[in-house]
C-alpha cells in the first residue's frame, strides 16, 4: 500500500512563489521517475516537470526557467519549487511517483494540490 500527499499549493499573487512538496509513505522499496502534473478547468491533464532516478529532469517549455523540480530519495519526497507564478499556472497539481514495493512496480498518483495565482 502507498499513498501520495501534496502540500504546498494555494493562492499567491501574480510574480509570487511557492513550493509543493510530495510525500510518500507505505512498503517502498525504492522511488523511481518522479514528476509533477497539472490540470486547469476544461483542460487537459499536463506534465510540468520530471525528474529521473538518475537525477535528470524534463520541463515543459512554458515553466522553464521558473520551475525547479527535485527529489529526496531518503525521505520519499518530490518538491516543485514555483517561482515568478502566473496566472496562466493556475491549477490542480498532482505528484506522480514509479515505484517499487514488494508486489511489483507501479505508477501511484497524489490526491491533487490547488494552485491559484491571481493577477
Known amino acids: 500500500q502507498v499513498q501520495l500527499v501534496e502540500s504546498g499549493g494555494g493562492l499567491v499573487q501574480a510574480g509570487g512563489n511557492l513550493k509543493l512538496s510530495c510525500t510518500a509513505s507505505?512498503?517502498?522499496?525504492?522511488?523511481?521517475?518522479m514528476g509533477w502534473y497539472r490540470q486547469a478547468p476544461g483542460k487537459q491533464r499536463e506534465p510540468v516537470a520530471l525528474?529521473?532516478?538518475?537525477?535528470?529532469?524534463n520541463y515543459r517549455d512554458s515553466v522553464k526557467g521558473r520551475f525547479t523540480i527535485s527529489r529526496d530519495n531518503a525521505k520519499n519526497t518530490m518538491y516543485l519549487q514555483m517561482n515568478s507564478l502566473k496566472p496562466e499556472d493556475t491549477a490542480v497539481y498532482y505528484c506522480?511517483?514509479?515505484?517499487?514495493?514488494?508486489?511489483?512496480?507501479?505508477?501511484?498518483w497524489g490526491q491533487g494540490i490547488q494552485v491559484t495565482v491571481s493577477s
Open positions: 525528474i529521473l532516478g538518475g537525477g535528470g529532469t
Open positions: 506522480n511517483m514509479y515505484i517499487t514495493t514488494m508486489g511489483g512496480r507501479n505508477y501511484y
Open positions: 507505505g512498503s517502498i522499496v525504492g522511488p523511481g521517475t
